[in-house]
């Protein structure tokens, strides 16, 4: 049976002046009370008796009542804690712990009776009904919004006059920050507020003293054994204060134990907390309470390091999840709504959980900063970053993130989305991403656009991903590892796949580019399908890797994509000059295109020299934050300043460099078509398409005229723009698109192929030639592929 230690009145929670009106009678009374969820919770506080249970009313609006402060060493009510970990504990609150704490806050933020104030935080909060004692105490005004915290009807209170506090949780503060415009030049008429102990950036304290600026701005850092043990007025501190929780007033006592940990001593603490066992001191011998929170001391300024139990050890670096939280939330939107949490790691012991509420953020962004301000931390957390999105954070009634509880829901989540086995196999998506990504480190919440996959990528993943999984739905690449596994739960294969134009113009045009070179068959007179070839380049880029160059402000994407092009190309480059014996340095740095062809010796790449000097050309173009951000707001006419831009460079530079030695192999001078990519890829109407049509149409018949070049160029530019896929036999995409998916393999081994045909058989053999040049590229592709993803494997064995 449990120990009876308190016997108390139950006061049902609810949001409402009965409720306050009935704790304050129980004060006056000199009766414990106790705040229940509902009636039945009554029979399940160990250790408390509770003699009945009080049901309030639900009325709202302002509170005018005058209760003085009461003093006393008798119990005035338990609290329980808000339990972000564990079980809440019951809290045994003096009169004389809550009336010391009334009036230090009120000394603080200088209230008179003059007081009206817009109570944004329920009664049923520690920090709202503290807020009613102290203007009660005053005889000051409160208002209970009936709906709760409403920015709109705050702004037109303080407008009229009507209101000229505000007390709020930093939560509930942001909301504001999203929406300034809210309250406007009506925050001018605010005078006082207080703010509740959550975490608060520099940057948003800023904010907020901007959006009041004639408010007395107090928050306080607390717990339910200490409320209000430090203020920080915002107006008085400065520099690095800001950044603090304040210093401690009055009899208030804080230091900093041996542990790191928080202590606090002073006639506001509890003394005691009760349980079955019955009462139990919290205070040791000298009068101080251990609390589990971090911190540190700075000219007499508390700052807040965490909780310790929150502290995460990633790889032997600490890491306060708080001050993680801080960074990020610095370099994100006002409204979009993080939580960092612990999790296990089984190379670095602690992992690194970013949560994001879907809606307030987008996940690549939030992927970016974290990694990017861990690094800063000294901590390259590779696999060991984590991140999820959720429909919303769990928090506490006082609006503290329950961290324990994401790290539980991400432990429940992530085993079905597990990598598969080290050795390879593919089980599903997300050892589907793993395989075709290698090297990268991969959560549930990336897509294929966030790892930077480009055109020639998002063939292979398509392929890889129907073959066993069946069809991927409309913009796949913008989806998450999760959702596309959610994806396969509901879809079956089927034997008609979706073939877009733009692997199947793709397809078209290597193969007529090789059957030129091998005299297979003559597609144009005047060519132009390398031409078309560079469109899709810029096609590409515009629409798998800006929008992620856009949201983390990184051209990562491009310089992978820069990457798997160049590797490839000098290897094979170096295999021919040993085989060859015939060194050239400038093929090998991939710059031999701006040479007289004449005057080199062996296999010539220029189209993959020109290829990756356009994607560095690009990256440096992206590199700027003002292009990204017009790419970002006005993307057609950003493309298309653009390609008067490329097309005005040629030209000056051709005036001063005349390129006709090299056939014009040069940047600059495939620039245009290039463009004309991005253009295309920008447009997302029919308005825009018909304008993305037109331009390319002027431009194909300035380049050719009206030649069999130009009709070629730009029928493929209509199949791009106006028809996005056709519905094939699952065999002719497979056969289709791993022609498109190897065109960069069949590119470079199709000349070798052709000299080794006519060497074998002692003739030119063009359509054998044409074959094998296909059927080599093709093959070529997967065994890069499968040596890429070796190399990865036997890096990570050896260095983790």
Not at 44 to 68: K, N, S
Not at 334 to 350: Q, S, T
Not at 461 to 466: G, N, S, T, V
Request: proline share 4%; charged share 20%; net charge negative.
């Amino acid at each position: 049976m449990d120990r009876i230690a308190v016997r108390a009145t139950g006061v049902v929670r609810r949001n409402s002046l009965d409720f306050v009106e009935a704790v304050f009678a129980l004060y006056a009374e000199g009766q414990p009370l106790v705040l229940l969820a509902d009636a039945a919770q009554a029979g399940r506080l160990a250790g408390v008796a509770i003699d009945r249970v009080v049901e309030p009313g639900d009325r709202t609006g302002w509170f005018t009542t005058r209760h003085p402060i009461r003093d006393g060493g008798g119990i005035a009510q338990i609290s329980y804690t808000s339990g972000t970990e564990g079980q809440p504990k019951g809290i045994v609150l003096t009169h004389d712990n809550l009336a010391d704490a009334t009036r230090r806050i009120i000394d603080e933020m200088r209230m008179t009776d003059e007081i009206r104030e817009y109570v944004g935080v329920p009664a049923t909060y520690s920090f709202g009904l503290a807020r009613y004692r102290a203007i009660s105490a005053l005889g000051g005004q409160a208002y209970m919004p009936p709906r709760g915290f409403d920015p709109a009807e705050l702004g037109k209170m303080l407008a009229a006059g009507q209101v000229n506090a505000l007390s709020a949780v930093p939560t509930l503060l942001r909301v504001l920050l999203a929406a300034p415009e809210v309250i406007g030049a009506a925050g001018a008429a605010l005078r006082w507020m207080e703010i509740g102990s959550q975490h608060m950036t520099l940057a948003e304290k800023e904010a907020i003293q901007a959006l009041f600026p004639n408010a007395r701005i107090v928050q306080h850092y607390g717990l339910t054994e200490a409320s209000r043990s430090t203020f920080l007025t915002f107006s008085e501190a400065e520099g690095g204060r800001l950044s603090s929780v304040g210093h401690a007033v009055g009899q208030t006592e804080v230091a900093i134990g041996p542990d790191g940990r928080i202590r606090i001593r002073g006639p506001h603490v509890a003394r005691q907390r009760v349980d079955a066992e019955g009462l139990h001191d919290l205070l040791d011998a000298e009068g101080w309470l251990q609390t589990n929170d971090l911190g540190h001391m700075e000219d007499g300024y508390l700052h807040f390091d965490g909780r310790a139990d929150d502290l995460i050890n990633c790889g032997g670096v600490k890491i306060v999840p708080d001050q993680l939280e801080s960074v990020l939330r610095s370099r994100l939107s006002p409204d979009a709504r993080i939580c960092v949490a612990r999790v296990p790691d089984a190379e670095r012991g602690d992992g690194v959980l970013v949560a994001v509420e879907r809606g307030t953020a987008e996940i690549g962004l939030v992927k970016g900063l974290a990694d990017a301000a861990l690094r800063d931390m000294g901590v390259a957390a590779g696999s060991a970053l984590r991140l999820m999105a959720v429909d919303s954070i769990p928090r506490t009634e006082t609006g503290k993130a329950q961290r324990r509880q994401l790290a539980e829901r991400f432990a429940a989540e992530v085993p079905a989305l597990a990598p598969g086995t080290k050795a390879g196999a593919i089980t599903d998506v997300m050892s589907l991403f793993h395989h075709e990504f290698p090297g990268q480190q991969i959560g549930p919440e990336d897509t294929f656009e966030s790892l930077g996959g480009d055109s020639l990528h998002y063939i292979k993943f398509q392929l890889a991903f129907e073959k066993r999984f069946g069809a991927l739905p409309e913009a796949w690449e913008a989806l998450t590892a999760a959702e596309l596994q959610a994806h396969v739960s509901r879809a079956g294969k089927s034997g008609w796949l979706p073939l877009e134009s733009v692997t199947l113009t793709r397809s078209f045009f290597i193969i007529c580019i090789v059957a030129l070179h091998a005299n297979a068959f003559v597609y144009s007179s005047n060519w132009g399908a390398a031409y078309f070839l560079i469109m899709l380049a810029g096609y590409s880029v515009v629409r798998f890797q800006l929008p992620e160059i856009i949201r983390t402000g990184s051209v990562r994407t491009l310089m992978g994509t820069i990457r798997s092009m160049a590797i490839p190309t000098v290897l094979l480059i170096a295999l021919l000059e040993i085989a060859t014996q015939d060194f050239e340095i400038t093929q090998l740095l991939l710059v031999s295109n701006f040479l007289d062809p004449q005057n080199l010796h062996g296999f010539l790449f220029y189209f993959a020299e020109f290829y990756i000097q356009l994607l560095v050309m690009m990256a440096l173009l992206f590199s700027f934050p003002r292009v990204r951000a017009s790419f970002r707001d006005r993307p057609m006419v950003s493309a298309l300043v653009l390609l008067v831009s490329v097309v005005a460079l040629d030209r000056t530079i051709e005036h001063f460099w005349n390129t006709d030695y090299n056939f014009h192999r040069t940047p600059w001078h495939y620039a245009w078509a290039f463009v004309i990519g991005m253009v295309m890829a920008s447009a997302h109407d029919l308005p825009s398409r018909l304008l993305a049509l037109t331009v390319a149409l002027i431009a194909v018949v300035i380049e050719w005229n009206l030649t069999s070049a130009a009709y070629y160029v730009g029928a493929g530019c209509v199949l791009v723009l106006f028809v996005r896929s056709v519905r094939v036999p699952a065999w002719a995409k497979f056969l289709i698109a791993n022609v498109a998916g190897a065109s960069m393999f069949i590119y470079l081994g199709h000349e070798v192929i052709i000299e080794m045909i006519a060497k074998l058989t002692g003739e030119n053999r063009p359509w054998l030639a044409l074959a094998l040049s296909i059927l080599g590229g093709v093959a070529g592709m997967q065994i890069y592929s499968w040596l890429e993803r070796r190399f990865f494997q036997a890096k990570t064995a050896f260095f983790g």
